[in-house]
C-alpha cells in the first residue's frame, strides 16, 4: 500500500466516558457543601459561646473591666466569623474551579461525540464542514492547493435488500476501516451520512486525489470488503474530486463540483459507460449529463439515487432483450435524466408536504415535456428527450403529456414505465412500507395491458426470475454482479464491475473525472 498507517476505525460508547478524576460534579459539590455545613454550624456554636460568654460577665464583672471583657469577647467573635468567610470563599473557589474544569472535560468528550459517526467512528457531516473551513482557510494563508474527494458507495439498498442491513452496516465499517489506512495521517475521512464519504486531502492537488482514488479502486477489486458463510462480497464506490483554487474558494462550491464530478464519474463507470460515450471519448457528453444530473439533485435530493437504480436496472433490461449499444445509451440517458424536467417546477409544488390541488396537478405533469424541451437542445441527447416525454405515457392511452397509445410510446420508454413502477414500489415512502419483489411483480402483471406493455412486463419478470435463480455467468440484477467461484457466490455492488482490468492497468492516475481540474 505504500502507507504503514494500521488506523483502526471503531465506533464511539454511545454513553459519557466514567470518571477518573474522583467522582462526579454532584458528589464534588456534596462533600464541598457538608464541609461548608460543618463551618457553619461550628461558627454558629462559637456565636451562642460568645454571648452565653458576654452574659456570664455581665453578672460577675463591674465595669469598667466588664467593657473590656465584653470587647474583648465581641472581637474574638469577629476574628471567628471572619474567618469563616475566608474558609467559606476558598471552599467555593475550589468547588467552582472543579466544577469548571469537569464542565470543560464534559464539554469536550459531548462535542467529540457529537462529531462522530455512531456506526463507522469517522467523523460525521458537521465534522467534515467544520474541519474543511479550517483546512480552506489554512490553504489560502499558504498558497497550498487542497483538494476533496466525494465518495459514494454504489447499490447499498441493494447489499441490504440482498443480505440484510447488518451485513450492509458491517461493510461501511469494513470500507471506512480501508479508507483510514488508504489515507495519509494528515487526511481527513468522514462519512457524511448513508453510503456517503467523503476526504480532505490537505496540500494535494486533483493528480494527488486520483492516485488515492486509484488505490481505494484496486483495493476494493482485489479483495472482498466482507464475507459471509457462501458469499464474498466486494464494494464499488464512484468518486468525484475538486480541488482549491481550481473549482472555488469556499466549502459549498468545492462540494457542489466534486458531487457533480461525482455523477459524471458513476455514469462513466456503469455497464451502459463503454457504450454510452465511446472509447473515444465523449468527454463532453458525460460532463453535461453530470452537470444536469447535480442540477437536478440540487432541487430534489431523493431523485438522483432513484434515477441510478432506474438507469442500473434499464440497462440490464436492455441487454436481456439484446438492444444494440446506441439504444442501451439512449435509455441510459433517458433513465438517469428522465425527472429533469423538475427544475422548471416551482419550489412550492415541487416541495409541498400536502396533497396537490388540480392546478399544482398540471404543473407538475409538464415536467416531462420541460425535459424534452431541454434535453433535445443537444444532438447527442435528442433520442433520450424522445424517451423522457414519454415516459408518463401509458399503454392504454390514459397517460400523458400526448396520451399516445400501444406501440405510438417509445419501445425504450415502455421498457422504463415497467422498471420505475417497479423502482417505486420497491422503494421505502414516508406513507408506506416498501412491496416485496414478488408483490411488486404481481402488481406489474395485474397492469399489464393497461398501464404497461405486456411483452416487457413479461419479459421484466423473466429476467428478474433469471436472476434470482443465479446462472453460473455473471448475470446483473438490481445494484450488483452475482457469480460463481468453488461453490461461494462472488457479489458486487460495482455498477461496472468489469471496468476493474481496465483501473489496474492505467499507467498514471488520472483526474477521476471530467470537471476535476476545472471549475
Known sequence: ?????????????????????????????????????????????????????????????????????????????????????????????????????????????????????DLTGLGNRRFFYARLQEELQTSAETKHPMTILMIDVDALKAINDEFGHHLGDAALVDFANLMARCARPRDTVARLGGDEFAIIMPNTDPRGASALASRLWQELDSNPIHRTPDADIYLGVSIGVSSFPLNGDDPQALVHWADADLYANKLARKGIARGFFGRDGSQFASGVVGVLCAALDIRDKLTHRHSQRVARMAVAMGRWLELNEPCLTQLANAAVLHDIGKIGVADSV??????????????????????????????????????????????????????????EIPFAARIFAVIDAYDAMTSRRPYRDPLSRDQALEELLRNAGTQFDQGVVKAFVEAMGASARQHEDDCLVAGGTVGADNGRRRWSSAVDDSLRAERQHLPHPEPVGSRANSG
Not at 59 to 78: E, F, H, I, N
Request: with cysteine; net charge neutral.
Open 350 to 407: 415541487l416541495s409541498k408536504p400536502a396533497g396537490l390541488d388540480e392546478s399544482e396537478w398540471k404543473e407538475i405533469r409538464r415536467h416531462p415535456e420541460l425535459g424534452y424541451e431541454l434535453l433535445r437542445g443537444f444532438d447527442f441527447l435528442k433520442e433520450a428527450a424522445e424517451i423522457v416525454v414519454a415516459h408518463h405515457e401509458r399503454y392504454d392511452g390514459a397517460g400523458y403529456p400526448r396520451g399516445l397509445v400501444g406501440d
Open 1 to 117: 500500500m505504500g502507507n504503514s498507517r494500521q488506523d483502526v476505525v471503531v465506533a464511539p460508547s454511545s454513553t459519557l466516558p466514567s470518571r477518573q478524576d474522583g467522582g462526579s460534579p454532584l458528589q464534588a459539590g456534596a462533600t464541598a457543601g457538608a464541609r461548608l455545613a460543618v463551618m457553619h454550624l461550628a461558627g454558629g456554636l462559637a456565636f451562642l459561646c460568645t454571648i452565653a460568654a458576654t452574659f456570664a460577665v455581665q453578672l460577675t464583672l463591674q465595669a469598667p473591666v466588664g467593657y473590656v471583657a465584653q470587647g474583648l469577647l465581641l472581637l474574638g467573635l469577629a476574628l471567628v466569623a471572619s474567618g469563616l468567610v475566608y474558609l467559606d470563599r476558598r471552599a467555593l473557589g475550589r468547588l467552582a474551579q472543579r466544577l469548571a474544569t469537569d464542565l470543560s472535560k464534559r464539554e469536550a468528550e459531548l462535542n467529540k461525540i457529537a462529531n462522530r459517526d
